[in-house]
């Protein structure tokens, strides 16, 4: 008997990137305000929060403060390497000047490595404003290939028509009499699971996979020696084989993800940018 499932389907995501002035060091607010995205319901409170852009990004100068009086404030720059010098007027941000000293003398300019600017260059645009802080961080939402299915180091994977990964299982049995009194049984089934893991944040880069072997077998021999008398033999086995790849470690993407991050005497140094909440994920 053959079992087997194809898996094969796309999920929309919505991940956070840098908007243009922010891929510039360059990051905006407006006074008394907490930066909202697009769909940000006003908030008061200790941290009182609003809509800043609108479904286009354009920047909102609210109406008034979070006091119920009216907004005098305006739209402030700030860039990451020292004071500005004038207002930036581009959409990117790029004709920003600074002027006097760096904020720290040890960044006085964009990574000298060129890792940041090689992770800026993967990094998708901003075609959304409903996540994010709307005026530094924004959307991309696209759509992403699952072929296989996914599932996560336990084994837990999604529930429903879909759930699951490929799975291709062969399953044999055996009767035989060889006369009335001694008869033999044997099953075996043999599994291959193969799908995804630690999944791709952003389109065209790289991604993790799963796979499990699990196999079952069973013998069972009975001879009926009288009426009275029966010998049974049983034995079994069960044993798998399995692993969970992330990017660095997967067959397929291993080399390349490597290849990605700054090399250190041939080996590869993780750099992680960002902080736990809203950060911005690659790979």
Not at 147 to 155: A, D, Y
Request: charged letters at 15%.
């Amino acid at each position: 008997m053959w079992d087997g499932l194809i898996n094969n389907r796309r999920t929309l995501q919505n991940v956070i990137v840098l908007t243009p002035c922010a891929r510039n060091g360059i990051f905006r607010y407006f006074d008394t305000w907490n930066n909202g995205n697009a769909i940000q319901a006003t908030s008061l409170g200790a941290t009182p929060t609003i809509a800043v852009v609108d479904n286009g990004g354009q920047p909102l100068r609210p109406a008034s403060n979070p006091d119920g009086t009216p907004y005098t404030g305006t739209l402030r720059y700030a860039s990451v390497f020292g004071a500005l010098q004038n207002t930036p007027t581009r959409p990117d941000c790029s004709d920003a000047v600074v002027q006097g000293a760096p904020w720290d003398a040890n960044r006085r300019a964009v990574d000298s490595t060129g890792f940041v600017t090689k992770l800026l260059g993967v990094m998708p645009p901003s075609n959304n404003y409903e996540v994010g802080d709307g005026l530094n961080t924004a959307g991309n939402r696209w759509v992403r290939r699952e072929r296989g299915g996914n599932e996560n180091l336990f084994g837990f994977s999604d529930t429903g028509l879909f759930g699951g990964i490929d799975r291709k299982q062969a399953n044999g049995k055996l009767d035989h009499n060889f006369n009335a009194a001694n008869k033999l049984a044997v099953t075996y089934t043999y599994e291959r699971d193969d799908g995804g893991a630690n999944l791709m944040t952003w389109p065209n880069t790289f991604g993790g996979s799963t796979f499990r072997r699990p196999q079952h077998l069973a013998f069972n021999f009975v001879s009926t020696l009288s009426p009275t008398l029966v010998n049974e033999v049983r034995a079994g086995m069960r044993r798998t084989s399995g692993n969970t790849f992330n990017p660095l470690y997967d067959p397929e993407f291993a080399d390349a993800s490597k290849a990605f991050y700054p090399n250190v005497a041939g080996i590869p140094v993780w750099v992680g940018l960002g902080q736990a909440n809203g950060q911005v994920n690659f790979g």
